[in-house]
């Protein structure tokens, strides 16, 4: 079982910049998919930056240019650094993790703005972006 905790949110001005964190409990490399979800309330969460065990990346169309994904595998952490930050995207934040042979981690490898009942999640860490 996965443990994963978020932490970076915050508040800032809209053009600002955060950078998210996300610690697994354990090593999740080259055997665990993991992603970035967001949700807004009253809203279904959204795919926001995902990347398969061998490293590839791919973002929604919202927020490329703007954030980047990364993990640090000796850390077991997923990063989530954010720039030129909007009021849009403002949304709890959570990241989420399954082994890499999950149908959930080809989906998301194709289209990383779905949302997709991944296998393990964090609590969430709020962004909230005042214009």
């Known amino acids: 079982q996965v443990q994963l905790v978020e932490s970076g949110g915050g508040s800032v001005q809209a053009g600002g910049s955060l950078r998210l964190s996300c610690a697994a409990s354990e090593y999740t490399g080259s055997g665990y998919c993991m992603a970035w979800f967001r949700q807004v309330p009253r809203k279904e969460h959204e795919g926001v930056a995902f990347?398969?065990?061998?490293?590839?990346?791919s973002y929604a169309d919202s927020v490329k240019g703007r954030f980047t994904i990364s993990k640090d595998n000796a850390k077991n952490t997923l990063y989530l650094p954010m720039n030129s930050l909007k009021p849009e995207d403002t949304a709890m934040y959570y990241c989420?993790?399954?082994?890499?042979?999950?149908?959930?981690?080809?989906?998301?490898?194709?289209?990383?703005?779905?949302?997709?009942?991944?296998?393990?999640w964090g609590k969430g860490t709020l962004v909230t972006i005042s214009s």
């Open positions: 989420a993790a399954e082994p890499v042979e999950s149908p959930h981690c080809l989906g998301l490898s194709r289209n990383p703005a779905l949302y997709y009942a991944m296998d393990y």
């Open positions: 990347i398969d065990g061998d490293g590839r990346i």
